[in-house]
């Protein structure tokens, strides 16, 4: 295991859920990232907090809500999702002097219903 | 529009052979570059990281950039059955703290015993 867990690993809402996935690094890092990987499609990134200041936000639409307490946790709050959205969603974290090396959690399988 | 475009295979090779992807990119700006491996059902795992022109090994995985033609690949020596999986190529403008990687949709290799 590299060090970043997330929660839950399988998740499955209905379109007027409401769900939060967990992101924790234990690496010591300052940098934590959200992916989207969809299939046939390349992993997409959503966004990226330095710091625990958000720094990217990738035209992610605003069912999505990213939340950065510290450098070690991070939260995607997810509200009236589409079925469009059911992915694998990855969470990275990176040390901010390793040039940009990122190491991914195991991630989170959701589908929407 | 930043792109990486890989062959998306299967690239089957025989074991014991040197399996060899390749890797384009559009951003003449991008500094770092990365190979990451994928298993079926799995996180992506970094395996190589390489910053400047030329070759860079580590164990039987090289990888070697050519910032000119803008092409980066990775070559795997004494392939094995367990080095079946997807590579994936990303990129990365900046030369250090945060920033998100751009990905290529990754190349299935298929190492036959």
Redesign the interface.
Known sequence: E?GVTQTPRHLVMGMTNKKSLKCEQHLGH??M?W?KQSA??????MF???FKEQ??N?SVPSRFSPECPNSSHLFLHLHTLQPEDSA?Y?CAS?H??V?????????TRLTVL | QKE?EQNSGPLSVPEGAIASLNCTYSDRGSQ?F?W?RQYSG?????IM?I?SNGDKEDGRFTAQLNKASQYVSLLIRDSQPSDSATY?C?V?R?????????????THLIIQP
């Open positions: 590299t300052n940098a990232y992916y046939k499609k390349p992993l997409e990134l990226v907090y330095n720094t990217e990738n694998l990855l990176s901010n002097r040039m940009g090396e990122q190491f991914f959690g195991p991630g | 990486v770092s990365f990451y799995k996180s992506p795992e970094l990281s910053y994936l990303a990365i900046s030369g250090g703290g945060a920033d998100g990687l751009t990905f290529g949709k990754g």
